[in-house]
């Protein structure tokens, strides 16, 4: 198995990376949010997950233990495939845990391929997760608290048809000062 890789980055398609590494180039599928953060040419430690199949044999980035531990965590839940628990990864955890308080599987549904049901059975496996890892809803990559995100906003922006990954890149490049919920989805509908 491989632990983690230490290269330069070569940015192809959203969430594919090559990670060069002594001259061997690995191809990594990482999280939009994560993707968006590396830079052509720079140097980066990625945390893998090796996902191996009969006919598949994929590596899968993180820039943090922590957001290896959660697509992993997902992979154990059934029905959750690796790419699904791509998707997933880039909701942020913080909206995550409050809908696992506040039993609301709403923030799950606007990921592809998650309805009400299936989004109902998720949140209860990631009560559980919860349990298993208590710190794994309060922190986002690099340890950054990331529970700002207005849970009125998200489902607005999921109700004019936007994907969880979108909403999430939107809402988190938001300045801080903005006060209410309108001027927030107003701020993310001009940056779309």
Do not use: N
């Not at 590596?59 to 154990?76: A, K, P």
């Not at 990921?111 to 809803?137: N, V």
């Not at 979108?166 to 701020?187: C, G, K, M, W």
Request: hydrophobic fraction near 40%.
């Amino acid at each position: 198995m491989i632990a983690h890789l230490h290269g330069t980055v070569t940015r192809h398609a959203p969430g594919e990376a090559t990670v060069d590494v002594g001259g061997v180039g690995y191809r990594v599928l990482v999280p939009l949010d994560a993707w968006e953060q590396l830079e052509e040419g720079i140097t980066v430690k990625l945390w893998i997950s090796t996902y191996v199949r009969e006919d598949r044999f994929d590596l899968f980035g993180f820039l943090s233990r922590q957001s290896r531990t959660f697509f992993e965590g997902l992979l154990g839940i059934t029905g959750i495939g690796p790419r699904t628990a791509l998707e997933i990864c880039c909701v942020p955890r913080g909206l995550i845990g409050m809908a696992i308080r506040e039993k609301d599987p709403s923030p799950l549904t606007s990921i592809k391929g998650i309805g009400r049901k299936t989004a109902e059975k998720l949140l209860l496996e990631l009560s559980s997760l919860a349990e298993k890892f208590p710190t794994l809803f309060t922190e986002g990559e690099g340890g950054v608290v990331r529970s700002a995100m207005d849970p009125d906003a998200v489902a607005a922006l999921e109700a004019l048809g936007y994907d969880a990954p979108t909403i999430t890149h939107a809402l988190t490049a938001l300045p801080a000062d903005l006060a209410t919920t309108e001027d927030r989805v107003e701020a993310a509908l001009r940056s779309l």
